[in-house]
């Protein structure tokens, strides 16, 4: 069965500084895609950045990238020059295929609480 | 931003009734989850749905039923509703090897 983990319950950085939040994976599967969601405290899902397991280059949205390890199962997110604005929960998140039903099973990680610090 | 419209968005209510959540989307979108939000569990999944009429349960399904009879809408029903039950409700859609896009929940207190 697959498990998303992040192991960090809460951090917190500096304005203008850099944070890297930890996401770790567990699958057998060779094929799927990761995602990193960002939920301010308005409670709205927004996706940040998703990452294709079959790409070996890092994602990047703006301030926001990945170091993806696929070896490792290892799926981080870097944001740099952090403001104000990025104080949110972040879910790292799993998506594969079901071949067998047709459908797409996502497994959601516990969260990391970021505040970011005036 | 996806057309994805949850109601209602706050619901207190009594152990023991019926609660009906509905979740609407304008995307044509064919997947569609429930989601529960709780403090240290982040999101688990209730039920999905992948076409009209066709669902399955998730992760977390007891105590909960779904429907969808049309495309746009799929329903979370709590037959009798229990305290444990109080959450945050997320409605997700998605396509093919799409990220999901959701709702902006709904907060459920049962008393």
């Known amino acids: 069965a697959q498990t998303v983990t992040q192991s960090q319950p809460e951090m917190s950085v500096q304005e203008a500084e850099t944070v890297t939040l930890s996401c770790t994976y567990d699958?057998?599967?060779?094929?799927?895609?990761l995602f990193w969601y960002k939920q301010p405290p308005s409670r709205q899902m927004i996706l940040v950045i998703r990452?294709?397991?079959?790409?070996?280059q890092n994602a990047t949205e703006n301030r926001f990238s990945v170091n993806f390890q696929k070896a490792a199962k290892s799926f981080s997110l870097k944001i740099s020059d952090s403001q104000l604005g990025d104080t949110a929960m972040y879910f790292c998140?799993?998506?594969?295929?079901?071949?067998?039903?047709?459908?797409?099973?996502?497994?959601f990680g516990t969260g990391t609480r970021l505040k970011v610090l005036a | 931003d996806a057309g994805i419209t949850q109601s209602p968005r706050h619901k207190v209510t009594e152990t023991g009734t019926p609660v009906t959540l509905r979740c609407h989307q304008t995307?044509?979108?064919?997947?569609m989850y429930w989601y529960r939000q709780d403090p240290g569990h982040g999101l688990r999944l209730i039920h999905y749905?992948?076409?009209?009429?066709?669902?399955d349960k998730g992760e977390v399904s007891d105590g909960y039923s779904v429907s969808r009879s049309k495309t746009e809408d799929f329903l979370l029903t709590l037959e009798s509703a229990t305290s444990s039950q109080t959450s945050v409700y997320f409605c997700?859609?998605?396509?093919?090897?799409?990220?999901?896009?959701f709702g902006d929940g709904t907060r459920l207190s049962i008393l």
């Open positions: 997700a859609i998605s396509e093919t090897n799409q990220p999901q896009h």
């Open positions: 699958t057998s599967e060779n094929n799927y895609y």
């Open positions: 990452q294709e397991a079959y790409k070996q």
């Open positions: 998140a799993f998506m594969k295929h079901v071949w067998t039903s047709g459908t797409y099973k996502y497994i």
């Open positions: 995307e044509n979108h064919r997947y």
């Open positions: 749905s992948y076409g009209v009429k066709d669902t």
